[in-house]
């Protein structure tokens, strides 16, 4: 069965403080990695795709990197509005569009 | 873009009465799919469909829950009946065939009394 272990759950940062958070799995088969942003009462809201180990995906102050068997999305110099919850999503090899979800870590940047 | 379009945002309903809840789909988008979101599971897959044809419906929790896509802007997810334990998030998502990126609406939060 596929997993998706996201850790850690709650991270608070000071505004300026870098840090990673980190998505582990277990797929038979990786077709691709997601990351995805989720702000209070809204819907997730795509981040990233990645497809093979050592792809690197960056977009402003995130950058996410995949290896075999997790992937890290690094978090440079990080801004109030950079707190969300960010989660992570593997589909497997052969799955067409079915996504499984991670927990979440939920990110609080302070000013 | 208008974005994927759920109704109702907010559902309080009492145990056993019939839920409906909506979908609109980003047009030109051939997949959708429909997620439970609580905090104990966290994101969870209900059924997904291309082309308006169910492909896969293993996530449905019980027959109380059932999906329907009658045309390409149209989705519908009815529980029947409500049960408190289907207290949740529901989203809608859709995506076109040829990418893994899914455009996710606001949700629709069910409180079953």
């Known amino acids: 069965e596929d997993q998706v272990t996201q850790s850690p759950e709650a991270l608070r940062l000071q505004e300026g403080e870098s840090s990673s958070l980190n998505c582990s799995y277990t797929v038979s088969g990786l077709r691709g990695l997601f990351w995805y942003r989720q702000d209070p009462g809204k819907g997730p809201e795509f981040l990233f795709t990645?497809?093979?180990a050592g792809e690197e995906k960056e977009k402003e102050r995130l950058k996410a990197t995949l290896t075999k068997k997790e992937s890290f999305l690094h978090i440079t110099a990080p801004k109030p509005e950079d707190s969300a919850t960010y989660l992570c999503?593997?589909?497997?090899?052969?799955?067409?569009?079915?996504?499984?979800f991670g927990s979440g870590t939920q990110l609080t940047v302070l000013p | 873009d208008a974005g994927v379009i759920q109704s109702p945002r907010h559902e309080v309903t009492e145990m056993g009465q019939e839920v409906t809840l909506r979908c609109k789909p980003i047009?030109?988008?051939?997949?959708l799919f429909w997620y439970r979101q609580t905090m104990m599971r966290g994101l969870e897959l209900l059924i997904y469909f291309n082309n308006n044809v169910p492909i896969d419906d293993s996530g449905m929790p019980e027959d109380r829950f059932s999906a329907k896509m009658p045309n390409a802007s149209f989705s519908t997810l009815k529980i029947q009946p409500s049960e408190p334990r289907d207290s949740a998030v529901y989203f809608c998502?859709?995506?076109?065939?040829?990418?893994?990126?899914?455009?996710f609406g606001e949700g629709s939060r069910l409180t079953v009394l």
């Open positions: 047009s030109g988008h051939n997949s």
């Open positions: 999503a593997v589909s497997p090899a052969g799955s067409a569009r079915q996504l499984t």
């Open positions: 998502a859709s995506t076109t065939l040829n990418t893994g990126e899914l455009f």
């Open positions: 990645l497809y093979s």
